[in-house]
């Protein structure tokens, strides 16, 4: 049946990575460059980090940022979380249209007009913008893609677990926490992974929603790339790159031992 | 027999995400609508009226009455906005279609990979979209530009003698899209294709139907919901792309999103950016209601 994976097939594939990876690839070996120019090779340099590192101005903004993004990621997980299970649990209530609408529609709408809309919202009620709007923000539009995450789990989870521990007497919130939770924690996990980082890369809606003193680091990075690209910007997205590939991989490694951990524990239960 | 805690724990679990739902993102639409009927103010917040209980209740009707269309009649009297809307639709239409040429073979390759490796291929798909947006946008501008990698690559090869232009082009900008969203493309693509059965095409191919028409007799048209909901993943937001097209495509590209951005930014016209994000989502609104009901349908079917 090999055959079908034919010449063509790698030859898309391989060309198709390249073509997603090699940007990416070239950004960071150019951000160890010795030359100020991003497309002139000069030599093995880390001296962009050093000054990366001594730049004040960047570093108070990925503090803002990781700041946003724990606060946030963590609020929209629980409120992604609590938004799956009213879809897959509710099947009928008031208003689930609607509902479901809200989850879903935030996920294509255009960031322009999300920042936007929120921007005017907390003007209309007198919030100051800071550290408070952007936070609020971040929520909104990465709760829907914790619930799209933690919906796709609860789908094909096992309801009959849940039952029988209510049959035999757990309350609902002693089961949800003992049965549900461990089964879609995984997929929790992964939510906030995905709300983290939408939040630590998002511009557009920050640039609407945040104010004086809460600049983040992609409205950095985009500030001075309209002033000309410098290797600086290249480590320092070097840097989020690599934050972000260590927690992926470490995540879907950790993924794949529970993966195993529970392949073997059903083979013992059935030797057993 | 039903707990009695749980018909509390059942109202909160739908209540609290609805309620933040109601309140920062539906109700701002609604506000986003009254402001785009105001005047432009040189003030705090800078538009008139600001529509409150203030004055009473006939100061709130006196209120309405100075809402206006204005703002609307104002976007179909200047050229620069009805362009805007058409460019940014075409530009994103083109781009949804490249990234579907671009896409659909590397779907395929991976649907037809070895299960073994499935995952990981879908993993590395998976990757680049945990990496900044901006940054994604950003590597593009050093390869592009005229003294840029591609350049150097290809006058070093001798394809070309003179350095071509691309960035602040319309092609730079499809590159981008494409790029930026790929992983949109493929992943409904992939999971379509990968549930499809095989055997369909080999007994097609046995009876003796050439490999090219099994795919578009058989193939394509299983694929179709993947392709759909891939489309629209990738068209609507592209639509409103603002990072793209300003980084990418120069000055004289005209986008919608970035039209919206300056007039809110530069000319601190809150009013009018508001008209332009209505009208911008009136056209939205149909694939917008098309992908949650192909999304509700998946989630029947997930059942």
Redesign the interface.
């Known amino acids: 049946m090999?055959s079908?994976?034919?010449r063509?097939?790698?030859?898309?594939?391989v060309l198709?990575?390249a073509?997603?990876?090699l940007?990416?690839v070239?950004?960071v070996i150019?951000s160890f460059n010795e030359s100020k120019l991003?497309?002139v090779w000069g030599g093995f340099s880390t001296k962009w980090y050093v000054s990366l590192f001594n730049n004040q101005g960047l570093m108070d903004a990925a503090w803002v940022t990781i700041r946003v993004g724990l606060i946030s990621a963590t609020m929209a997980t629980v409120?992604?979380t609590?938004?799956a299970?009213?879809?897959t649990?509710?099947t009928r209530?008031r208003?689930r249209v609607?509902?479901?609408?809200?989850?879903?529609?935030?996920l294509?709408?255009?960031?322009?007009?999300?920042g936007?809309?929120?921007l005017?919202?907390f003007?209309?009620v007198g919030l100051d913008r800071g550290f408070f709007t952007l936070t609020?923000?971040h929520?909104?539009f990465s709760?829907c893609f914790v619930?799209v995450v933690v919906?796709?789990r609860l789908?094909?989870f096992d309801r009959s677990l849940e039952e029988a521990a209510?049959d035999l007497g757990a309350?609902?919130?002693k089961t949800f926490f003992q049965i549900t939770l461990p089964v879609i924690l995984p997929a929790i996990i992964s939510g906030w992974?995905?709300a983290f980082?939408l939040s630590?890369?998002d511009?557009?809606i920050s640039?609407?929603t945040s104010g004086p003193g809460a600049t983040t680091l992609?409205m950095k990075?985009?500030s001075q790339?309209r002033l000309g690209?410098t290797p600086e910007?290249n480590a320092a997205?070097t840097i989020?790159?690599a934050i972000?590939?260590v927690g992926?991989i470490a995540a879907?490694l950790v993924n794949k031992r529970r993966e195993v951990q529970r392949l073997r524990d059903e083979q013992a239960a059935q030797r057993g | 027999m039903k707990?009695p805690?749980?018909a509390i724990?059942?109202r909160?679990?739908?209540a609290?995400?609805?309620l933040?739902?109601?309140?920062?993102?539906?109700?701002?639409?609604f506000?986003?609508f009254k402001?785009s009927l105001s005047t432009t103010a040189i003030a705090m917040?800078p538009y008139t009226p600001t529509l409150g209980l203030a004055d009473g209740f006939s100061g709130l009707l006196s209120q309405i009455s100075e809402l206006s269309f204005d703002n609307y009649l104002w976007l179909t009297q200047d050229a620069l906005y009805f362009n805007a809307y058409v460019s940014s639709a075409i530009i994103a239409g083109i781009s949804t279609f490249l990234a579907l040429l671009?896409?659909y073979?590397?779907a395929?390759?991976?649907a037809?990979?070895?299960a073994t490796i499935r995952p990981t291929?879908l993993?590395?798909?998976i990757?680049?979209f945990?990496?900044?947006?901006?940054?994604?946008v950003?590597?593009?501008?050093?390869?592009l530009?005229p003294?840029?990698?591609l350049n150097?690559l290809l006058l070093a090869t001798g394809i070309i003698d003179q350095p071509l232009v691309i960035l602040n082009t319309h092609s730079a900008i499809f590159i981008g899209i494409v790029?930026s969203y790929?992983?949109f493309m493929?992943l409904p693509l992939y999971s379509a294709l990968e549930k499809m059965d095989?055997s369909l095409i080999e007994a097609a191919q046995d009876l003796g139907c050439p490999p090219a028409s099994a795919f578009w007799k058989i193939t394509f048209p299983l694929s179709l919901p993947g392709v759909i909901a891939g489309c629209?993943?990738v068209f609507?937001?592209a639509?409103?792309?603002?990072?793209i097209p300003d980084?990418l495509g120069g000055s004289q590209t005209l986008m919608i999103?970035k039209t919206?951005?300056n007039e809110?930014?530069a000319n601190r016209d809150?009013p009018v950016?508001?008209a332009v994000?209505v009208i911008?989502?009136l056209l939205?609104v149909v694939p917008?209601m098309f992908?949650?009901q192909a999304?509700?349908r998946a989630?029947e079917q997930?059942?």
């Open positions: 090999n079908s994976w034919s063509f097939n790698i030859t898309a594939i198709g990575f073509f997603l990876y940007p990416i070239l950004l150019f991003v497309t409120l992604g609590l938004a299970l009213a879809l649990r509710y209530f208003g609607l509902f479901s609408g809200m989850v879903f529609a935030p294509v709408m255009p960031e322009v007009i999300t936007l809309s929120l005017l919202l003007v209309a609020l923000a929520i909104t709760m619930a919906q796709s789908v094909t209510m309350p609902p919130v992974m995905l980082t630590i890369d511009l557009v640039s609407f992609p990075i985009y790339v690209v910007i997205c989020l790159i972000v590939a992926v879907s | 707990h805690l749980s724990t059942d909160l679990v739908i609290v995400p609805y933040w739902l109601l309140v920062f993102f539906l109700i701002p639409f506000i986003v402001i917040p671009v896409g073979p590397i395929y390759g991976m037809r990979a070895p291929l993993m590395l798909v990757l680049p945990w990496t900044s947006f901006l940054i994604r950003y590597a593009w501008i050093g390869i530009k003294e840029g990698l150097q790029y790929l992983p493929i095989y629209l993943l609507i937001p639509v409103g792309e603002f990072v980084l999103g919206l951005w809110f930014f809150w950016s508001s994000a911008l989502l939205l917008i992908f949650q999304q509700a989630q997930g059942r």
